[in-house]
């Protein structure tokens, strides 16, 4: 075959010129950008040219410029961007955790876009601190003497155990060398301080003589961490804080206590378990208590370490406090969620992880309820949709045991597929809906669903996402 006629078929192919004469090219043009455009009309060309030669027809110039433009509006369409979480976890790490306060947003909102006094001492005109920025409100919410911030709770941990333990022994309890998930686990964070890990007890008992009879002169912390997602059950014995805060005080060795989740207020009062609050940690003698900004805390992703003076400038004297320090954006965000705590009454108004908790069972089945036919209209026949009794989650090791009373809808299919058919054409809307498949449906809880209005309208997508 002569190379003229194996090309034959190709020649009716439209130039990229020509193509960018189509109105659809036009708007993609103005939309995206030359490069793009171009990018994308010779990328389906060059698909149009291996369809030809499967037997495919030629197509028009608009085609191409149509495809072109629907290529570009997939590319244009950003990697980070909401969705619905009806996955009935709460503080969901793979969704991002917290959702913070309207307040928070405003401030880290107006932190990206002027220029704020973040090292600058204001009233002297020199060189400031950021930590002092959230520094008092630390203290006076926790009741330590001295805060300080870094990227998330791992960096806290890591960066206690280096600064009071690099090079020396952490006494641990075998029930507490645990895995929290994303990769974060105890024994390797410590090795990674260069901590000596001292394990004591058993992985059920550890008793207070086990932690006296470990400690020497090698001990740099007695460490404790709050078993964020498991329980240990049955026969056990852990020896409380208060009592490792009197021998470590005995023995001249600090003691650190990982809370994990750390909440500022008691949850009590808002219907849950109570978690152990900082004040508490900070009440009971620990002398380092580190928790997280984006669990139960309801503000951006960050690592709190409050307690003794001493201990916390030796921590920001460690210059592992430069790699793992915060921008100004969370900075900003973390100070006007910490301002909510002044005023418990309202907080559970106007932070949403505290709202999404406290959501009575009762308000989220009447919004199933409401729902539940427009969700039938969308999912269309053969699907059945009903309001069903659901189990929410805090999420991120969170009183792992604590389900709390929730309400949504479960859509069945007599096929097995249909429902992994419809919970990925869910996944695939404009705002991903994120359920759970379990028990034969797709369950959605609606307790973290605020915007029904919205919620419904993205669900009118459904037959497009589903052809
Ligand atoms: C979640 C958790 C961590 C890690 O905190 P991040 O903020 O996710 O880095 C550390 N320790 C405990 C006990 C936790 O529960």
Do not use: W
């Not at 002569?2 to 193509?19: C, E, I, N, T, W």
């Not at 024994?187 to 008992?205: C, K, L, S, Y």
């Not at 729902?371 to 805090?394: E, H, K, N, Y």
Request: glycine share 10%.
């Amino acid at each position: 075959m002569a190379p003229d006629q194996h090309k034959a078929p190709f020649r009716g192919l439209p130039s990229v010129d020509r193509v960018l004469h189509e109105s659809a090219a036009a708007a993609a043009l103005d939309r995206h950008g030359r490069p793009a455009t171009v990018a994308a009309i010779r990328d389906c060309l060059s698909e149009a040219r291996d369809a030809l030669r499967s037997g495919a027809a030629l197509p028009e110039p608009d085609e191409i410029a149509e495809a072109a433009a629907a290529r570009l509006a997939e590319q244009a369409r950003p990697h980070v961007r909401p969705v619905f979480n009806l996955t009935g976890t709460v503080l969901h790490t793979n969704l991002g955790r917290a959702l913070l306060a309207e307040a928070a947003i405003k401030a880290a909102t107006a932190a990206m876009r002027s220029a704020i006094a973040l090292e600058y001492d204001l009233a002297g005109g020199k060189r400031g601190e950021r930590d002092s920025l959230v520094r008092g409100l630390l203290r006076e919410l926790t009741g330590a003497e001295d805060a300080t911030v870094v990227n998330n709770n791992a960096g806290a941990v890591l960066i206690t155990l280096a600064t009071l333990a690099g090079g020396r022994g952490a006494i641990i309890s075998r029930g507490e060398l645990i895995e929290i998930g994303g990769a974060f686990r105890m024994p390797d964070i410590m090795a990674r301080a260069g901590a000596r890990i001292h394990e004591v007890g058993t992985t059920n008992r550890t008793h207070f003589r086990d932690y006296a009879g470990a400690m020497d002169d090698d001990t740099g912390v007695l460490l404790k961490v709050h078993t964020s997602n498991y329980r240990i059950e049955g026969f056990t014995a852990e020896v409380p804080a208060a009592e490792l805060a009197g021998l470590a005080r005995d023995r001249g060795v600090p003691l650190v206590n990982d809370l994990g989740s750390g909440t500022l207020v008691d949850l009590t009062r808002y219907g849950l378990t109570h978690e152990p609050t900082v004040a508490e940690a900070v009440a009971e003698g620990a002398d380092i208590v580190t928790f997280s900004g984006d669990k139960l805390l309801g503000g951006p992703q960050a690592g709190f370490i409050v307690g003794r003076a001493d201990l916390i400038a030796r921590i920001n004297r460690n210059p592992m406090k430069r790699a793992l320090r915060i921008d100004k954006i969370r900075l900003a965000a973390i100070e006007a969620t910490l301002r909510l705590y002044r005023d418990p009454d309202r907080l559970a108004d106007r932070l949403p992880t505290l709202r999404h908790l406290a959501r009575p069972k009762a308000e989220i089945a009447a919004l199933a309820e409401r729902l539940r036919p427009a969700v039938a209209d969308a999912v269309g026949p053969g699907f059945t949709v009903s309001v069903a009794d659901c189990a929410s989650q805090i999420g991120s090791g969170a009183l792992p045991q604590e389900a709390v009373q929730s309400a949504g809808l479960a859509i069945r299919h007599p096929a097995g597929q249909a429902l992994a058919a419809l919970a990925a054409a869910l996944r695939a809307l404009p705002v991903p809906v994120i359920g759970r498949v379990a028990e034969g449906a797709v369950i959605l809880d609606l307790r973290c669903l605020d915007d029904a209005a919205g919620f419904l309208r993205n669900l009118a997508a459904l037959d497009g996402v589903r052809r």
